[in-house]
């Protein structure tokens, strides 16, 4: 019990802050909200995914990240693409000249599957491969940087390029991947119609659970002996080093955990908005999710899904209502958010909700009575 | 006293912001209890959508951020036209037509976010919009599973035809094969270079025009190339170009490519009085930002040009000028957009109401026409595209065109066989 306690949740705090979370993104908002909505909401939670990696590798690690948008990507692809096979059966193509593949590698006058795309007949194997491709693609670039000792902005500017040449490629290799368009009309999965109103409801609260899942399994990965190497490395990573330890290991480790993280975001992205495309592989995407991290506390695995929700939301509304106006709206949210409030919202709440928590009796009772032990929500100065 | 604290403490604040959230969900629910069912709603309107006794709305879908907004903005300015005009003349059914915007920011998921919101929740009877081919497959699926009606204004690469979509630009066999008959008979043209952006309307438009100057005109590809979107680099194209010396230089590069592209040719010294250059990307939008000295003597294959002399059109630009002012300039989507709401209206009446249905069935009739629009006469076929005829133009110094050529009423046929 106590190693769920303060392992799992993270003392007092976290254990709360998750509690909360969990009864407003699976009881509350699936209670008010209508299904289109909830949709949205659904959709926003995917970027959580990523946000909660760029904590673990950001906050913690003080590894910035540009390219998370990648393995968003990559995951997204992998579901799309089985997807896609899934809807270009040779009924469903008949007026192609090939049937039987995608429509856009007809248009393309490609006239097999490429082999490539032969795996993403199976769904265990897609899944297999958007848990493993991205992990290992982020495997092989952290070994490649780290193992040298790039790092900080070098390593930011890196992922970056990445993220350009990966939209480049996905882009310039429309036979195969559907160019621009990305991958488009995706109906069903396994013969079961995603796009109706109980699928959308059933893939929400799958996206859910597995987010407070990622968030449960960082959490323990933070609160173990690696969430402290972590912060040793960010604070100093030399000192690190000359006490025994091979730190790009760690990094190394981190990033790819962080990439696995995102593609589950990436392939939920999918099953829920119903296509993919490469404008989330890109920077601008990439930049984003930072954004998110940086509004809800990079410190803070609960605080970056307010975040997230927060910045998506704010996005959906100014945009219904001032469609001329919304990014000079969104500009101004960025902007004050970073200039009071530097630690995000969570900082914003560790400064200020015993404010809030103090009226509360039941809290107050429980603060008397339990000494705070090791609180991991640290809201220190961090170092890019 | 306990209240008075409670008025100034952080506490109101926070109560106030509550409060107000809470009102949230409730907005959900405003457009639907707004419109009280009286019985002639009743009978032209089935299926829920948001029309009063007086009004009826609908959406208008484009970028007005982002990379594509250059292009959309005179599109949606068209279709606000056209509906203000269409209410000055009392609406459609006696019902007002008003609009619901939404910003579709260059960002395909986005697309299908707000037309989703527009179908899902605003209720709209019909949108406006999309542009990019991209946007269109991004907003397919929404439109025919929430059986919406989506009126699309480009002229685009075919290759589909949806029940929920009417398209008021042309599919590329109108525009491609009889310019390239033009080219091969005037110009006396037997060699071809093809050059476009890398994505799928080029790619499409270009293997039809290949099909069709190998198969019919006899002719022959010299040269096929694609450069990425955004693309400024054209200089190995140019080069290739010179080396072959084709008799055609076939083009259809977009956006900003363009102004990269066309100023290199001059640069490089392929001019109009050397060179035969034919293009579908290039409309007046374009020719303001590539400047019409580039471009003095190519020719251009659209449908419409601002330069047409027929009364319509000369109503048309009037009327477009003085709503949005005199420097505006129009496109071929322009008009394309612009007779969207016209088409709409057409159908609407002819069905005797709103159901996207009944709209869909008296469009496919084949017999919806318009004697006013501004391209001439047009006419809906029931594979959802329209009649329309294809012009050459040639561009002259000041950015308009000179129409030289001008086809028959063509048949729109988006699943050419032979071009596949």
Request: net charge neutral; hydrophobic share 45%.
């Amino acid at each position: 019990m106590n190693f769920v306690y303060e392992k799992l949740m993270g003392g007092k705090q976290g254990f709360f802050g998750f509690i909360i979370l969990a009864t407003l993104i699976i009881v509350i908002l699936p209670l008010f909200l209508d299904i289109f909505r909830l949709n949205l909401v659904g959709k926003y939670l995917t970027y959580a995914f990523a946000a909660v990696s760029l904590v673990l590798l950001w906050g913690y690690g003080g590894i910035l990240s540009l390219g998370q948008g990648v393995f968003f990507g990559l995951g997204g692809y992998g579901m799309a693409m089985f997807l896609k096979l899934e809807a270009s059966s040779p009924e469903n193509t008949q007026i192609q000249s090939t049937p039987g593949i995608p429509d856009f590698m007809d248009w393309n006058q490609i006239i097999s599957l490429p082999w490539f795309w032969e795996p993403f007949n199976s769904l265990p194997l897609t899944i297999a491969a958007i848990l493993i491709l991205p992990a290992l693609f982020a495997f092989i670039i952290g070994t490649a940087m780290f193992k040298r000792r790039v790092g900080g902005v070098y390593f930011a500017i890196i992922t970056q390029v990445i993220a350009v040449i990966l939209t480049i490629l996905i882009v310039g290799q429309q036979g195969f991947t559907g160019g621009i368009n990305g991958i488009t009309d995706l109906r069903t999965l396994n013969g079961w119609d995603i796009t109706s109103d109980n699928a959308k409801y059933i893939f929400y609260f799958l996206n859910a659970f597995l987010l407070l899942t990622v968030i449960v399994i960082s959490r323990f990965i933070l609160t173990s002996k690696f969430g402290s190497l972590l912060l040793a490395i960010r604070d100093k990573e030399d000192r690190v080093r000359f006490s025994g330890y091979d730190v790009s290991n760690f990094k190394i480790f981190i990033f790819s955990f962080s990439a696995m993280v995102s593609a589950i975001g990436g392939a939920m992205f999918t099953l829920q908005v119903g296509f993919m495309s490469p404008s989330f592989v890109g920077i601008v995407p990439s930049i984003e999710m930072v954004i998110f991290a940086a509004v809800g506390g990079r410190m803070s695995l609960i605080g970056v899904v307010y975040g997230t929700l927060l910045i998506n939301f704010g996005k959906t509304t100014f945009s219904e209502s001032f469609p001329e106006l919304w990014l000079f709206l969104m500009g101004g949210l960025f902007i004050s958010v970073v200039m009071f409030f530097p630690n995000g919202l969570a900082g914003l709440w560790n400064d200020y909700g015993h404010h809030i928590t103090n009226k509360i009796p039941f809290w107050k009772k429980l603060k008397k009575t339990e000494v705070s032990q090791a609180v991991v929500e640290k809201t220190d100065e961090a170092t890019v | 006293m306990k209240y008075s604290r409670y008025r100034t403490g952080p506490n109101s604040l926070r109560r106030f912001f509550v409060k107000g959230l809470m009102a949230l969900p409730a907005t959900i629910f405003l457009s639907a209890s707004c419109f009280a069912a009286s019985p002639s709603t009743a009978e032209i309107n089935t299926t829920g959508l948001a029309i009063t006794d007086d009004t009826v709305t609908v959406g208008i879908l484009h970028s007005l951020t982002g990379t594509m907004a250059i292009s959309e903005t005179g599109a949606q300015e068209a279709e606000k036209l056209a509906i203000k005009q269409i209410n000055d003349m009392g609406g459609i059914l006696g019902r007002k037509i008003e609009i619901i915007q939404e910003d579709g920011a260059s960002d395909w998921p986005t697309f299908a976010e707000k037309s989703r919101k527009l179908l899902v929740k605003d209720k709209v009877a019909a949108v406006f919009g999309a542009w990019t081919s991209a946007s269109r497959k991004a907003v397919l699926p929404v439109f025919e599973k929430e059986n919406g009606l989506l009126y699309y204004p480009t002229f685009y690469e075919g290759l589909e035809q949806s029940k929920n979509v009417i398209y008021t630009g042309q599919e590329a066999t109108q525009q491609i094969l009889d310019g390239l008959n033009w080219v091969a008979k005037e110009k006396k043209a037997k060699t071809f270079y093809l050059i476009g952006s890398d994505y799928i309307w080029p790619r499409t438009s270009m293997k039809i025009a290949r099909k069709h100057i190998e198969n019919v005109l006899g002719g022959r590809v010299v040269g096929e190339e694609y450069k990425p979107l955004g693309n400024t680099q054209f200089g190995s194209v140019i080069n290739k170009i010179r080396l072959k010396k084709p008799d055609v230089i076939y083009a259809a590069v977009v956006g900003g490519s363009n102004v990269a592209w066309f100023k290199q040719l001059k640069a490089a010294g392929i001019t109009s009085k050397k060179q035969t250059l034919l293009t579908i990307s290039v409309t007046e939008d374009e020719v303001l930002g590539i400047g019409g000295e580039n471009l003095e003597g190519f020719y251009s294959i659209m449908k419409y040009f601002q330069s047409l002399e027929n009364e319509n059109n000369k109503a048309f630009v009037a009327a477009f000028k003085e709503m949005w002012g005199k420097d505006s300039v129009i496109g071929d989507v322009t008009q394309a957009a612009y007779l969207g709401p016209w088409l709409w209206k057409a159908a609407v009446e002819k069905a005797g109401s709103f159901d996207v249905d009944k709209i869909v069935a008296a469009s496919e009739a084949g017999d919806i026409e318009l004697k006013t629009a501004p391209e001439g006469y047009v006419k809906l076929h029931k594979n959802h595209h329209l009649w329309s005829v294809a012009r050459v133009g040639k561009w002259n110094k000041d950015g308009q065109a000179t129409v030289v050529y001008e086809s028959k009423l063509l048949e729109p046929d988006p699943f050419p066989a032979g071009y596949q």
